[in-house]
């Protein structure tokens, strides 16, 4: 299992002429914690801890371990990246997320804590009937598994090109050893497990970040008030985009995207609710939810000024935007100047493990939670006979863990852009019919012909790819965004008041 771990040694003690043991050491003791903390925590092995963890978690390391996976390899990378052609205009949609978990902590999470689910989909059963719970776990598991392949796959071609291509080691390869590490330290303990490691791969996030924001400043004979208050850091600094309502990134238009994001990709999502829901009791989950809120709002500020600082090193000094396929990728500029500029062992050493603590703290609870929607969504686990019922679990984790692999290697031939932007392109399509059957579920009192709602959801993803692709020049100019994922919302939400039967 650390043949990751030994390819990554030998070719950084080849670059940097370092002692191979040294290097093997550290990365060896960092997969060896997250061992550890699997080993303790996936003692019990039941479903009840993969599920739910005992609903024993202590709230505020649930809130710093959300955190990380809340960040992922795409922040870790693909938010500095995406600094030199927007900006600092992201910040306008991580306001909105604030707001958006706000709702989620006030709205969403007393209904779950409510009705006790495992799967937060068990609510569209109980609201409105079957097919309404297939079609919202449906597009939940189409939603994480696209969601999660994006965030490993941005991590994958980090180690293809920077380590395992002077192996000549496969890209299909590297992405097997990646999920292979996951399933290890998953497979017995689940949530409960990932709870624990989530709090210890921030950490190392965090402190990766911080540590390169203070290297790279050395680097240019700067400290960080001086780069603050440079003129280089203004060129890159602008947040709100108030211009022209037309423009893609106005602020209206990426502040309500940003809420109607969080509160689908959070509240609305297995993923991130499930870590939320082994708490102890809501109150303490809704204190989870709020001081992580606001964390992750100054840490996600923090790697925006990372990728300004970067790009000012690179004009500085001549660094080129390394090309992927012959095509300059700016997502790899980070790992460019952190291993191949030579600032030396420390920054390698701090970005890598900041790399893979962002790989596995959102890929690790995707594939836990994957494997707890479909045993409970679609395979009725609680149906089968309780001696069966681990086995069948075991047997969900093994073919969640393929399906990723398969998906990740898909991406390598289709995707082209920046992968942040894509994944919240992509979100507006598969979380609009859940933000349209939880809204309706909530806010209205009617019942609805359950057996069409499948027709209802999948017609307006269709109505809203029309939408989204509909030319500027069509729209007086206008651009579509992120509002996409509340225009599909309020399209399911009248589609499902067409089909609505008496009031409860």
């Known amino acids: ?22 290097i093997l050491i550290l990365i060896a003791t960092y997969f060896g914690l997250l061992l550890l903390i699997s080993y303790f925590t996936g003692k019990n092995d039941s479903n009840e801890d993969f599920f739910k963890a005992g609903k024993k978690s202590p709230w505020y390391i649930v809130a710093f371990g959300m955190v990380g996976a809340s960040l992922s390899g795409v922040t870790f990378i693909s938010v500095p990246g995406w600094i030199d052609g927007s900006q600092f205009s992201y910040f306008q949609v991580v306001l909105g997320y604030m707001v958006g978990y706000f709702v989620v902590a006030f709205v969403l999470m007393p209904i779950y804590y409510r009705l006790n689910v495992t799967s937060i989909y068990e609510y569209l059963l109980d609201r409105f009937g079957t097919v309404s719970h297939k079609t919202g776990a449906f597009f939940f598991f189409i939603s994480r598994v696209l969601g999660a392949a994006f965030r490993l796959f941005l991590v994958a071609i980090v180690l293809q090109q920077f380590v395992f291509d002077a192996w000549n080691v496969p890209f299909e390869i590297t992405v097997v050893i990646s999920i292979l590490l996951i399933w290890v330290y998953t497979h017995r303990g689940g949530i409960k497990t990932i709870v624990w490691t989530d709090t210890l791969q921030t950490l190392f996030m965090i402190t990766a970040v911080c540590l390169s924001i203070f290297l790279i400043n050395k680097a240019l004979g700067w400290s960080f008030t001086e780069f603050l208050a440079s003129d280089e850091l203004k060129e890159y600094s602008k947040v709100l985009v108030t211009d022209s309502f037309l423009v893609r990134s106005h602020f209206i238009k990426s502040f309500l995207g940003g809420i109607f994001i ?21 109150k303490d989950a809704q204190k989870n939810m709020v001081s992580f809120s606001i964390v992750l709002v100054a840490v996600t500020f923090l790697f925006m000024l990372l990728g300004a600082l970067l790009f ?3 004009n500085q000094n001549n660094i080129a935007i390394p090309l992927m396929d012959g095509t300059p990728k700016t997502d790899l500029l ?17 970005f890598m493990l900041g790399l893979i603590a962002a790989a596995y703290s959102s890929a690790d609870s995707a594939l ?15 149906k089968h006979p309780e001696q069966s019922q681990k086995k069948l679990r075991k047997k969900v984790h093994i073919a969640m863990s393929i399906l990723l692999v398969i998906v990740i290697i898909i991406f390598k031939y289709v995707l082209n852009s920046n992968v942040i932007d894509s994944l919240l392109t992509v979100a507006g399509y598969t979380y609009g019919p859940l933000l349209g059957l939880f809204a309706f579920g909530i806010f209205t009192n009617y019942k609805i012909k359950d057996k069409y709602v499948w027709i ?8 809203t790819a029309i939408i989204g692709n509909i030319p500027a020049e069509n729209l007086g100019g206008y651009v579509v965004g992120y509002e996409l994922l509340p225009i599909n919302g309020l399209l399911t939400f009248i589609g499902l008041i067409l089909i609505r039967s008496k009031k409860r």
């Open 1 to 22: 299992m650390f043949l990751f771990e030994l390819k990554f040694v030998f070719w950084l003690s080849n670059y940097f002429s370092m002692n191979s043991t040294q």
């Open 262 to 282: 969080t509160i689908c990709m959070t509240g609305l999502d297995q993923d991130m609710m499930q870590k939320n829901l082994t708490c102890k009791t809501l």
């Open 456 to 463: 209802v959801a999948f017609c307006s993803v269709i109505l």
């Open 312 to 314: 000012i090193y690179a």
């Open 334 to 350: 980070f790992p460019e100047i952190a291993l191949n500029s030579g600032l030396g062992i420390t920054l390698a050493i701090t």
């Open 368 to 382: 836990t939670s994957l494997t707890t929607s479909f045993c409970v969504d679609f395979m009725n686990i609680e």
